[in-house]
């Protein structure tokens, strides 16, 4: 999916509190962050921060517009301050030559409507690298986010039990756990589980009847999303009628974005609006 996006590099904080170590070792590695193993960094640059997630997501920017697309995976994240003499776009050519040595495609390079500095974006096969320039006094920094696209792997279950107490009690269950192929109404593998326990509940509860609603979060088109949700809702449906749960007993509905749960302005929280919901009829 695309959307807009606006990633700031250092908060008012960061300019607070960090202004005296960077002023003097702009070259120096901090809070125990090491070197990102995906591309050698500009001498003179230190990494400030680090982080990695074995799964989470991340917009890489693809068009001067500004437009991203939504990647999911392992994101390997650091953020780097370098010495005065260098700059910008110094550090961008540099990224963009190292990428292309490596057998990267670059998507995209140069500035976007998002942010006044250059930025380099490419892939090679399931590997993506972003590096995103800024500014911070005379100190050029960088970002570099690596994202490896993979499913994830799915290690909570919710029993069958469980999920009938939940909606005997609440006449609805948010389900967390059935995923789909990106921006395609696919089920993944991963899914069994879970679907496995409503398959169990609906066998064990042979009265019921249930809705099956698709919810996405807000990234891209209203429309597309209301779209996508019907097809997802509709193949959560295929899954079950596909294991003999009676075609009269299940429903489905697309709502797309109208019903959130979370803050869409969070990554954490998309995660938790893209969801399929079973509703008691």
């Known amino acids: 999916m695309i959307r807009f996006a606006l990633r700031v590099f250092l908060s ?16 120096v590695d901090e809070n125990d962050c ?16 680090c982080t990695k997630k074995d799964f989470d997501s991340f917009d890489v920017v693809i068009n001067k517009a500004g437009e ?8 390997d994240h650091s953020k780097l301050i370098c010495a005065a003499s260098a700059s910008q776009l110094q550090l961008a050519r540099n990224a963009e030559a190292a990428l292309k040595k490596a057998g990267y495609v670059v998507v995209f390079s ?21 590096v995103q320039t800024s500014q911070w006094n005379e100190f050029p920094t960088y970002e ?9 792997a799915q290690e909570m279950t919710a029993s069958a039990q469980a999920m009938s ?14 995923t789909f192929a990106t921006g395609q109404a696919t089920i ?29 979060d807000n990234v891209g088109d209203k429309a597309a999303n209301l779209k996508l949700s019907s097809a997802r809702a509709a193949a959560v449906a295929a899954w079950l009628t ?7 007993r299940v429903s489905v509905a697309g709502l797309g974005d109208t019903q959130p749960v979370a803050d869409n302005a969070t990554e954490d929280g998309r995660a938790r609006n893209r969801r399929v919901v079973l509703v008691k009829q």
């Open 12 to 27: 008012v904080s960061l300019a607070l509190v960090a202004a005296p170590v960077f002023a003097q070792t702009p070259g």
């Open 34 to 49: 090491k070197p990102s193993p995906l591309m050698s960094r500009m001498p003179g640059c230190g990494v400030w921060e």
């Open 68 to 75: 991203a697309k939504t990647l999911e995976g392992e994101v």
């Open 110 to 130: 140069g500035k976007h409507e998002n942010h006044d500095n250059p930025a380099v974006t490419a892939q090679k096969g399931a590997q993506w690298i972003m």
């Open 144 to 152: 570099l986010t690596g994202v490896l696209v993979k499913e994830m």
């Open 165 to 178: 107490d939940a909606i005997a009690k609440s006449g609805r269950l948010d389900v967390y756990g059935i």
């Open 188 to 216: 993944t593998p991963a899914s069994d589980q879970v679907l496995s326990d409503v398959l169990a509940m609906l066998t064990a509860n042979a009265d019921w009847r249930l809705r099956i609603e698709g919810h996405t």
């Open 242 to 248: 596909g294991k003999a749960i009676d075609a009269a």
